[in-house]
């Protein structure tokens, strides 16, 4: 009985899990919120969080990834030991989880070696990517993505596969919110290309 009710008490709180809509006048949900704390960089945030999740705040990844931004619960215990999210505060909030997504992916950036790592960190885990990028620099692989290339040999082809669809989910879904700021010309001044081809 007790399975017969937990089961069900996830399928009632999947069928009210809905995708959040963007304000009137926005282009993406939550955007005062990314502007806010990711200031230029708000735009690659949004992606990344339509990426992770598809505007689902209270999604939960089949390996435990929690709200918009998809923390692990230990990652998101750092968050929080960080300063990077309130203490109390909940992935499932968007207005925790988003400023600390700026946040680890500033550190995933740093630590990886720029935007590209840092989403692929942000997404296979910082250590793996860093350690392709070391194994690629044995093998004399020096070109920027190399390290993507020899990721499979860290973390094995499907997830390698998964990372690689993630950077490139992430390049479409910029690209489409540029393409919306671009038809409403909401926000003056908003770049028109992207900075990270």
């Not at 005062?32 to 505007?55: K, L, N």
């Not at 992935?91 to 950036?109: G, I, N, S």
């Amino acid at each position: 009985m007790r399975r017969v009710l937990c089961l069900w008490g996830a399928l009632t709180l999947a069928a009210l899990a809905v995708p959040a809509k963007p304000l009137p006048g926005d282009v993406v949900p939550w955007q005062a919120t990314f502007m806010a704390a990711s200031g230029a960089r708000w735009i690659d945030r949004a992606a990344q969080v339509q990426a992770e999740s598809g505007w689902d705040s209270a999604a939960v990844s089949p390996v435990g990834a929690q709200g918009p931004a998809q923390f692990m619960p230990g990652t998101w215990q750092d968050a929080v030991r960080r300063g990077w999210a309130p203490a109390g505060s909940s992935p499932f909030d968007p207005a925790a989880a988003l400023p600390a997504q700026h946040a680890y992916m500033l550190w995933c950036e740093a630590f990886c070696g720029g935007f590209e790592p840092g989403l692929g960190g942000y997404n296979a885990g910082p250590g793996n990517i860093r350690r392709a990028q070391r194994l690629a620099q044995s093998l004399g692989m020096t070109d920027h993505a190399a390290w993507l290339r020899i990721l499979p040999r860290v973390t094995g082809t499907a997830h390698a596969g998964e990372t690689r669809g993630y950077i490139q989910h992430n390049a479409t879904f910029r690209a489409a919110i540029r393409a919306k700021l671009a038809a409403t010309s909401t926000l003056p001044g908003a770049p028109p290309n992207d900075p990270h081809p």
